[in-house]
């Protein structure tokens, strides 16, 4: 289901000074966007391939233009949308985005060789540029920066100048600073680039000049002030997950509309011990009609049996969507959704290429029937989760919540391996109450990015008191990852888990043993299913 535009098409964009950027496929375009964000400047994302058209309403102050896969020598690269250059703005190319600023502005390209990925140092220009003004680079001038390009600038076009190089690439930072044109080879979004953030501020705020305008304090009263006048009478339903995103937006439908917010959360009987009273506890104090439906019976027996995990997700996100459509439809005088869509989500499903592989399917409430007659709100559509986060921080939420880490739609049915039983989600519940209140009391829970327990289908032998007992294995789990694309197993003391250990074994009947998954992503995910 694809949301409406918000009303006037621009979101909080209208009342902010904007950024564009263009993308052009490169992993880091997103971090190139939370990066003018934390400089207070509005940024959006648009597809880089498309034909500028939508560039004059958007208004931006200023361009930059992403890295990508592509090389401007091959045929099929994408082009620079002309409008870019009429916009009469200024424009930073980054990477893939400066190779096809040279290229649309009559420049020369070659493929490099070697090429050249990772750490680099570059030497300033004699003449001092306004970007690099401010900059602290060490004696000599030089700059530490980070790279990754196999096609390179090697004539400039008409109008610019070098403003940094190295024996590689001799052209790594050009410009034509009357145009107010800028071009970097290297990446300055990324931390290995020390010195990128300021420079990203000098382009921002004394080239671009913007006032930095963006803050969140604003996006709260502009969001709510919106929402009300949206939505002046009636009620709206919002699936409430316990997760961060439909929590803030809960607390901030609670603030715009209060009284007229019904929350649903749908109880799977799939949580981890105490997570319904969180969520109950939460939000006693908001004005929010909060609506706990018990359909952990159907979601056991639709699991009964299902032991593949893709199968398991499957059943799942269609009962949920069943469970919440059965509800939404008993309120026959509701006519708006709210979900907790935020940025990256909207970004993720619009710029897909289609060439991802499917690991996991995820689910969310996003597949729900036409035949509901819903008009769908999302006001965290614009957030990036930092900006969620800080924004549900100030609406009063708990920071426990706000910083929690993440836990799968499916919930333990895809940490219980096999098919999913009540004894299973039983056991499981316990073990993983266990292990998270010795990783809290030791303070190793905030050193971990996401840490659980996991329910092996198999059973060891073991000696209890003096008899025999042949019972199932529980595994623990502790990563440590910035993006959870990739992530490293948490080095835990082994004091720890003796503790953890003994503890499992001792206070969780019918488990005798416990192993730990010393695996990294890649290869292994970090849910187990
Ligand atoms: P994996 O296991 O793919 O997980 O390395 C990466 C992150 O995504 C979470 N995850 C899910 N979240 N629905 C969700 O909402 C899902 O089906 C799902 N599967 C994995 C996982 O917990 C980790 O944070």
Same mark, same amino acid.
């Given at each position: 289901?694809?949301?409406?535009?918000?009303?006037?098409?621009?979101?909080?964009?209208?009342?902010?000074?904007?950024?564009?950027?263009?993308?052009?496929?490169?992993?880091?375009?997103?971090?190139?966007?939370?990066?003018?964000?934390?400089?207070?400047?509005?940024?959006?994302?648009?597809?880089?391939?498309?034909?500028?058209?939508?560039?004059?309403?958007?208004?931006?102050?200023?361009?930059?233009?992403?890295?990508?896969?592509?090389?401007?020598?091959?045929?099929?690269?994408?082009?620079?949308?002309?409008?870019?250059?009429?916009?009469?703005?200024?424009?930073?190319?980054?990477?893939?985005?400066?190779?096809?600023?040279?290229?649309?502005?009559?420049?020369?390209?070659?493929?490099?060789?070697?090429?050249?990925?990772?750490?680099?140092?570059?030497?300033?220009?004699?003449?001092?540029?306004?970007?690099?003004?401010?900059?602290?680079?060490?004696?000599?001038?030089?700059?530490?920066?980070?790279?990754?390009?196999?096609?390179?600038?090697?004539?400039?076009?008409?109008?610019?100048?070098?403003?940094?190089?190295?024996?590689?690439?001799?052209?790594?930072?050009?410009?034509?600073?009357?145009?107010?044109?800028?071009?970097?080879?290297?990446?300055?979004?990324?931390?290995?680039?020390?010195?990128?953030?300021?420079?990203?501020?000098?382009?921002?705020?004394?080239?671009?000049?913007?006032?930095?305008?963006?803050?969140?304090?604003?996006?709260?009263?502009?969001?709510?002030?919106? =929402?009300?006048?949206?939505?002046?009478?009636? *009620?709206? $339903?919002? %699936? +409430?997950? #316990?997760?961060? @995103?439909?929590?803030?937006?809960?607390?901030?439908?609670?603030?715009?509309?209060?009284?007229?917010?019904?929350?649903?959360?749908?109880?799977?009987?799939?949580?981890?011990?105490?997570?319904?009273?969180?969520?109950?506890?939460?939000?006693?104090?908001?004005?929010?009609? =909060?609506?706990?439906?018990?359909?952990?019976? *159907?979601? $056991?027996? %639709? +699991?009964? #049996?299902?032991? @593949?995990?893709?199968?398991?997700?499957?059943?799942?996100?269609?009962?949920?969507?069943?469970?919440?459509?059965?509800?939404?439809?008993?309120?026959?005088?509701?006519?708006?959704?709210?979900?907790?869509?935020?940025?990256?989500?909207?970004?993720?499903?619009?710029?897909?290429?289609?060439?991802?592989?499917?690991?996991?399917?995820?689910?969310?409430?996003?597949?729900?029937?036409?035949?509901?007659?819903?008009?769908?709100?999302?006001?965290?559509?614009?957030?990036?989760?930092?900006?969620?986060?800080?924004?549900?921080?100030?609406?009063?939420?708990?920071?426990?919540?706000?910083?929690?880490?993440?836990?799968?739609?499916?919930?333990?049915?895809?940490?219980?391996?096999?098919?999913?039983?009540?004894?299973?989600?039983?056991?499981?519940?316990?073990?993983?109450?266990?292990?998270?209140?010795?990783?809290?009391?030791?303070?190793?829970?905030?050193?971990?990015?996401?840490?659980?327990?996991?329910?092996?289908?198999?059973?060891?032998?073991?000696?209890?008191?003096?008899?025999?007992?042949?019972?199932?294995?529980?595994?623990?789990?502790?990563?440590?990852?910035?993006?959870?694309?990739?992530?490293?197993?948490?080095?835990?003391?082994?004091?720890?888990?003796?503790?953890?250990?003994?503890?499992?074994?001792?206070?969780?009947?019918?488990?005798?043993?416990?192993?730990?998954?010393?695996?990294?992503?890649?290869?292994?995910?970090?849910?187990?299913?």
């Amino acid at each position: 289901m694809t949301p409406p535009a918000r009303a006037g098409g621009l979101g909080p964009a209208a009342s902010h000074e904007r950024l564009l950027i263009l993308d052009y496929g490169s992993q880091y375009t997103q971090l190139i966007a939370r990066r003018a964000r934390e400089l207070g400047v509005y940024a959006e994302i648009r597809p880089g391939t498309g034909d500028g058209s939508g560039i004059r309403d958007f208004a931006p102050r200023a361009v930059i233009l992403s890295g990508g896969p592509a090389s401007v020598l091959e045929p099929g690269a994408p082009p620079v949308p002309a409008a870019v250059w009429a916009a009469g703005v200024p424009v930073l190319g980054i990477c893939y985005g400066m190779q096809a600023m040279a290229h649309a502005l009559g420049g020369r390209l070659e493929e490099s060789w070697p090429h050249e990925y990772g750490a680099a140092e570059l030497e300033l220009a004699e003449a001092p540029s306004r970007l690099f003004a401010g900059l602290a680079t060490p004696e000599g001038g030089r700059l530490q920066v980070w790279m990754s390009h196999g096609v390179r600038v090697t004539g400039l076009p008409p109008g610019f100048r070098v403003l940094a190089g190295n024996a590689v690439t001799p052209i790594a930072a050009m410009a034509d600073e009357a145009r107010g044109l800028y071009g970097l080879q290297f990446h300055p979004e990324v931390r290995h680039t020390p010195e990128g953030l300021r420079l990203l501020a000098t382009f921002l705020r004394d080239i671009a000049g913007f006032r930095g305008d963006w803050r969140i304090e604003d996006f709260e009263i502009e969001t709510i002030r919106e =929402l009300a006048t949206r939505l002046p009478d009636g *009620r709206v $339903l919002l %699936a +409430l997950s #316990g997760g961060v @995103d439909s929590a803030v937006t809960a607390a901030l439908l609670a603030r715009a509309i209060p009284g007229r917010v019904v929350a649903i959360v749908v109880d799977t009987g799939l949580l981890r011990e105490g997570e319904l009273a969180g969520i109950r506890e939460t939000f006693r104090s908001m004005p929010i009609d =909060l609506r706990v439906v018990d359909a952990s019976p *159907r979601f $056991l027996a %639709a +699991l009964a #049996g299902i032991a @593949d995990p893709e199968d398991k997700r499957h059943v799942i996100g269609r009962l949920f969507i069943e469970v919440f459509a059965e509800e939404a439809r008993r309120l026959t005088d509701i006519r708006v959704l709210a979900q907790g869509t935020i940025y990256p989500d909207v970004i993720e499903s619009a710029g897909g290429t289609g060439f991802a592989q499917v690991i996991k399917s995820h689910h969310n409430v996003g597949g729900l029937p036409a035949s509901l007659p819903f008009e769908i709100v999302e006001p965290l559509r614009w957030l990036f989760k930092d900006e969620v986060r800080a924004l549900g921080l100030r609406l009063g939420l708990p920071a426990h919540l706000i910083t929690r880490q993440p836990f799968p739609g499916p919930g333990l049915a895809v940490r219980i391996l096999g098919p999913v039983t009540a004894a299973g989600v039983d056991l499981l519940r316990r073990a993983d109450r266990v292990f998270l209140d010795e990783l809290t009391g030791s303070g190793w829970l905030e050193q971990t990015s996401q840490a659980f327990a996991v329910l092996l289908p198999v059973r060891s032998v073991a000696v209890k008191g003096d008899g025999r007992a042949y019972e199932p294995v529980v595994a623990l789990r502790a990563v440590v990852t910035d993006d959870f694309m990739t992530a490293r197993w948490a080095e835990l003391p082994h004091a720890l888990l003796a503790r953890i250990s003994l503890r499992l074994t001792n206070e969780v009947p019918g488990l005798s043993r416990v192993v730990y998954d010393i695996t990294g992503k890649p290869p292994a995910t970090i849910e187990w299913e």
